[in-house]
T-cell receptor
Framework: DAGITQSPRHKVTETGTPVTLRCHQT?????MYWYRQDPGHGLRLIHY???????DKGEVSDGYSVSRSKTEDFLLTLESATSSQTSVYFC????????????FGSGTQLSVL | QQQVKQSPQSLIVQKGGISIINCAYE??????FPWYQQFPGKGPALLIA?????SEKKEGRFTISFNKSAKQFSLHIMDSQPGDSATYFC????????????FGQGTRLTINP
């Protein structure tokens, strides 16, 4: 998966608890993304980063925050998890050229009970 | 609001047949249209992509047909094989830099041997 590691791969948590998902890349790519995948919705962009400490919101950012303190790491935090955030979360990376492809990680299955 | 609409949701094709998946978009600012393939338990992977300055792009058994005036594009898989059984997503984005892809809902393709 193009040098992308997501952790944890699976997590079960309770409503109201904070959760942090981690994405680590070894490709030194500038752009990093967090998507969520839900049946009937495809993949939807949560947040993305265009450099260290530079982030922006995506289509479904409410209830999520992100941080990028190093080029290789991009963290997604659910401050207070809700059942509607049960989903599969994918991290992706891309470079700076024209039509740069997104490389996706293997995903994190998150269940909020 | 779904900016990229994909159909059908599921598709069953006999081995050796042609698989066709369709997408329609709304935002005329989109200028990059990739297709992603996803196997169970894996992240999506880029299959083929097209820009609107051409009407067709072919890579092996996979072809994208693009109709700019109708704001539609489609994926054709010739000589479909059981190994092609996967979920396919169309997507669209605009501009340079961050590939903030907007995905369709996905099509689960099954190729019967």
């Amino acid at each position: 998966d193009a040098g992308i590691t997501q952790s944890p791969r699976h997590k079960v948590t309770e409503t109201g608890t904070p959760v942090t998902l981690r994405c680590h890349q070894t490709e030194n790519h500038r752009y990093m993304y967090w998507y969520r995948q839900d049946p009937g919705h495809g993949l939807r962009l949560i947040h993305y980063s265009y450099g260290v400490k530079d982030t922006d919101k995506g289509e479904v950012s409410d209830g999520y925050s992100v941080s990028r303190s190093k080029t290789e790491d991009f963290l997604l935090t659910l401050e207070s998890a809700t059942s509607s955030q049960t989903s599969v979360y994918f991290c992706a990376i891309s470079g700076t050229g024209l039509d740069e492809k997104l490389f996706f990680g293997s995903g994190t299955q998150l269940s909020v009970l | 609001q779904q900016q990229v609409k994909q159909s059908p949701q599921s598709l069953i094709v006999q081995k050796g047949g042609i698989s066709i998946i369709n997408c329609a978009y709304e935002n005329t600012a989109f200028d990059y249209f990739p297709w992603y393939q996803q196997f169970p338990g894996k992240g999506p992977a880029l299959l083929i992509a097209i820009r609107p300055d051409v009407s067709e792009k072919k890579e092996g058994r996979f072809t994208i047909s693009f109709n700019k005036s109708a704001k539609q594009f489609s994926l054709h898989i010739m000589d479909s094989q059981p190994g092609d059984s996967a979920t396919y997503f169309c997507a669209a984005s605009m501009g340079w830099g961050a590939q903030k892809l907007v995905f369709g809902q996905g099509t689960r393709l099954t190729i019967n041997p």
